[in-house]
């Protein structure tokens, strides 16, 4: 059973950094795809970055050039690299799994992921 468990969420100010930690265990295959997406009762559920099977990426306009997202593929995890971080970027951070996606060119669906993990708060105040 494929499981995700996402990591290193919390307070943090205006202008400060976060990275996120998605480890995922239990699938079968070396190459996969993670993304990231973000959930507030403001704006709902959205895709934020991604990083293919191919390991091409993709990053929302909002964030691009803020966050980032990197493979370790030693320790099976996944990480969102958060810089610059305003408080609009308050929200309940996902990864998820896709056996379906390879290269990346758009932020994918979240119908295209098979498996999520149970999140990770990210709260910015000003």
């Known amino acids: 059973q494929v499981q995700l468990v996402e990591s290193g969420g919390g307070s943090v100010q205006a202008g400060g950094s976060l990275t996120l930690s998605c480890a995922v265990s239990g699938y079968p295959y070396s190459r996969y795809c993670i993304g990231w997406f973000r959930q507030s009762p403001e704006k709902g559920r959205a895709g934020v970055a991604a990083i293919g099977a191919d390991d091409s990426t993709f990053a929302i306009h909002s964030v691009k050039g803020r966050f980032s997202v990197s493979r370790d593929n030693a320790k099976n995890t996944v990480y969102l690299h958060m810089n610059n971080v305003q408080p609009e970027d308050t929200a309940m951070y996902f990864c998820?799994?896709?056996?379906?996606?390879?290269?990346?060119?758009?932020?994918?669906?979240?119908?295209?992921?098979?498996?999520w993990g149970q999140g990770t708060q990210v709260t910015v105040s000003s």
């Open positions: 998820a799994l896709s056996s379906r996606v390879h290269n990346i060119l758009a932020m994918p669906r979240d119908v295209f992921f098979d498996a």
